[in-house]
């Protein structure tokens, strides 16, 4: 039986740990009395089972007949059905204080999805469509050279989420903008490597654009309305 996806899932648990534990050191969420790892780690479990289970459904397997198969690798897991749970799931834990908990989690979410997608050399998934790069890859028993493009994805994730911590750190950004920032950044960063990934449906696009808007839309409002309560004090 193959388990492979566990140990995905803890790379992008230690992605998102690592990064909780650098920021925590760097006086990160100074507004806000959520336990980050409890929650971000309860949101992303269920995001995950979600979206395996979404995946199970898309491909005809019955969860309740072959539990077995919500561990297994063999369908993966929808990004739309995790996606969604793991965001709405955040929502209600942080839902006191759910920008300043957004702006505290938001680099080490993007940690978490760098690490995530590294984790797919564990998987064996890491590869995309043909390329004749230097450093293309190939898989195990094939001779055709392919873009690693799960890595190209962890390492652009990696680059977001410690511009983004780098950024809090010098300086306090107006409430909304790091996570109104890493939502876009999330959408970009999957536009950008879709075309490279080897899909029949070509992947949720319209989920990607709604981050990215989304997540600028975020902080077009956040700066404004710093803007707002500057001029009335």
């Given at each position: 039986?193959?388990f492979?996806?566990?140990?995905?899932a803890?790379v992008?648990?230690?992605?998102?740990?690592?990064?909780?534990?650098?920021?925590?050191?760097?006086?990160?969420?100074?507004?806000?009395?959520?336990d980050?790892w409890?929650?971000?780690?309860?949101?992303?479990?269920?995001?995950?089972?979600?979206?395996?289970?979404?995946?199970?459904?898309?491909?005809?397997?019955?969860?309740?007949?072959?539990?077995?198969?919500?561990?297994?690798?063999r369908?993966?897991?929808?990004?739309?059905?995790?996606?969604?749970?793991?965001?709405?799931?955040?929502?209600?834990?942080?839902?006191?204080?759910?920008?300043?908990?957004a702006?505290?989690?938001?680099?080490?979410?993007?940690?978490?999805?760098?690490?995530?997608?590294?984790?797919?050399?564990?998987?064996?998934?890491?590869?995309?469509?043909?390329?004749?790069?230097?450093?293309?890859?190939?898989a195990?028993?094939?001779d055709?050279?392919?873009?690693p493009?799960?890595?190209?994805?962890?390492?652009?994730?990696?680059?977001?989420?410690?511009?983004?911590?780098?950024?809090?750190?010098?300086?306090?950004p107006?409430?909304?903008?790091?996570?109104?920032?890493?939502?876009?950044?999330?959408?970009?960063?999957?536009?950008?490597?879709?075309p490279?990934?080897?899909?029949?449906?070509?992947?949720?696009?319209?989920?990607?654009?709604?981050?990215?808007?989304?997540?600028?839309?975020?902080?077009?409002?956040?700066?404004?309305?710093?803007?707002?309560?500057?001029?009335?004090?």
């Amino acid at each position: 039986m193959e388990f492979t996806l566990l140990g995905q899932a803890a790379v992008g648990v230690a992605g998102f740990w690592l990064m909780l534990r650098w920021e925590a050191r760097r006086g990160n969420a100074a507004g806000c009395a959520l336990d980050l790892w409890d929650t971000g780690l309860t949101a992303g479990a269920v995001g995950l089972l979600a979206g395996r289970l979404f995946a199970m459904a898309q491909t005809g397997i019955n969860p309740f007949t072959d539990p077995a198969q919500i561990i297994l690798v063999r369908s993966g897991v929808s990004t739309v059905g995790a996606s969604i749970a793991a965001l709405l799931t955040f929502g209600f834990l942080a839902r006191r204080s759910l920008l300043e908990s957004a702006d505290a989690i938001a680099p080490s979410v993007l940690a978490g999805l760098a690490g995530w997608h590294a984790g797919t050399l564990i998987t064996g998934s890491w590869l995309g469509t043909v390329s004749e790069l230097p450093w293309a890859q190939t898989a195990s028993g094939s001779d055709i050279t392919r873009h690693p493009i799960e890595l190209y994805a962890a390492a652009l994730f990696a680059v977001a989420g410690i511009g983004i911590a780098l950024w809090k750190q010098r300086g306090r950004p107006p409430l909304g903008v790091p996570a109104g920032l890493a939502l876009a950044a999330a959408g970009a960063v999957r536009l950008t490597t879709e075309p490279m990934r080897i899909s029949l449906s070509g992947g949720p696009l319209w989920l990607y654009a709604g981050a990215l808007v989304a997540g600028l839309a975020l902080v077009v409002w956040a700066v404004m309305d710093e803007k707002r309560a500057s001029a009335r004090i």
